[in-house]
Nanobody, 128 residues
């Protein structure tokens, strides 16, 4: 069993930055591929980015590519989402998720059905 807790959300002006953290319980954290998703009011949950268990592979949605960066520290059981050049359309609740399965591709890790565990989410609001 893995529990995921996101933190770092908040209110920021357009053009600003935030770093989200996702802390995981369990000694097998380093075995999991991880993903970040977001959900805006009235919209479906959408993929933001993913990272393999080693951190050697990452993939991003086109909407955030070049602005967001995923990283992980397996010694701290934590995955991060660095968000730069934020836009009002980035406003959403951000969720991290974990899967037992090994990284296959960005397309594969973008599917919500891949994931076994989800966090509760953290709100990110970007003002114009």
């Amino acid at each position: 069993q893995v529990q995921l807790v996101e933190s770092g959300g908040g209110l920021v002006q357009a053009g600003g930055s935030l770093r989200l953290s996702c802390a995981a319980s369990g000694r097998t954290f380093r075995s999991y591929a991880m993903g970040w998703f977001r959900q805006a009011p009235g919209k479906e949950r959408e993929f933001v980015g993913g990272i393999s268990w080693s951190g050697g592979s990452t993939g991003y949605a086109d909407s955030v590519k070049g602005r967001f960066t995923i990283s992980r520290d397996n010694a701290k059981n934590t995955v991060y989402l660095q968000m730069n050049s934020l836009k009002p359309e980035d406003t959403a609740v951000y969720y991290c998720a974990a899967t037992w399965q090994s990284w296959q591709s960005t397309g594969w890790v973008s599917k919500t059905s891949v994931y076994d565990y989800w966090g509760q989410g953290t709100q990110v609001t970007v003002s114009s």
